[in-house]
């Protein structure tokens, strides 16, 4: 477990983002929880992370979730982010790194498949179920082969096993926690004029977006 470089990319005296707590126990579990946060940054992306050895493992994924039986979608790994990142939803301010909206856009549990998620992730295949409010079945990450697309941190998130109900735009658009639209949460407004997404599970528990 290492958050170096999710500090070095970060003025905590700038960002409101959680600098999380380093020596978390990494424990040997099936699964944990998945959050998915819809990223306004210089390019919309939805950040994919797995609560894997104390830490969120996360992948970038520019063209959002696949749904449809084989979709790949390209997933660029990042920095590990704290635990506590999992529950940060707001604003990345001008200037900062990955400045712009974050919405907390799906959480809940993932169960690794094939091997445990830490095996999983060293071997660069994990085989998910999910089980969310927006998104409920299974996954795979694939890591590709170095060379293969040019950058050695890129995977493939692919929908396997059947094909699932696309996410609405109503949807894609409102927060699973808060039920705020992006809009809303770029403004910072505390009332949400939309129900929360009716299936929608609460946030990690015991995880605080405080520093
Ligand atoms: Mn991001």
């Known amino acids: 477990m290492n958050l170096s470089r999710y500090h070095a990319k970060r003025d905590f005296s ?3 983002e959680p600098k999380g707590r380093s020596g978390r126990v990494p424990r040997a579990a099936p699964g944990g929880q998945f959050v998915i946060q819809k990223h306004a940054a210089s390019r919309l992306h939805y950040d994919f992370r797995l609560e894997i050895s104390g830490v969120l493992k996360s ?7 696949p749904t449809e039986k084989g979709d ?3 997933a660029i790994a990042v920095e590990d982010h704290p635990v506590e990142y999992g529950s940060f939803e707001g604003i990345i301010p001008p200037g900062s790194y990955g400045a712009g909206t974050v919405m907390l856009w799906d959480t809940g549990a993932f169960e690794s498949l094939e091997d445990t998620p830490a095996a999983a992730v060293r071997k660069g295949k994990l085989v998910l179920h999910l089980a969310g409010g ?18 050695e941190n890129s ?7 059947e094909t699932v109900r696309s996410i ?3 949807a894609d658009d409102c927060s699973a926690v808060s039920g705020r639209t992006m809009k809303q949460i770029a403004a910072g407004s505390k009332r949400p004029t939309r129900k929360r997404a009716p299936s929608s599970q609460a946030v990690f528990s015991g995880a605080s977006a405080g520093g």
Not at 156 to 161: D, Q, S, V
């Open 14 to 16: 700038r960002t409101r």
């Open 59 to 65: 992948w970038a994924v520019p063209k959002g979730i």
């Open 72 to 74: 790949k979608r390209l």
């Open 134 to 151: 927006k998104l409920n079945g299974h996954w795979t990450l694939v890591r590709m082969k170095p060379g293969q697309f040019g950058r």
């Open 155 to 161: 995977w493939l998130l692919i929908k396997t096993e």
């Open 168 to 170: 609405s735009a109503r």
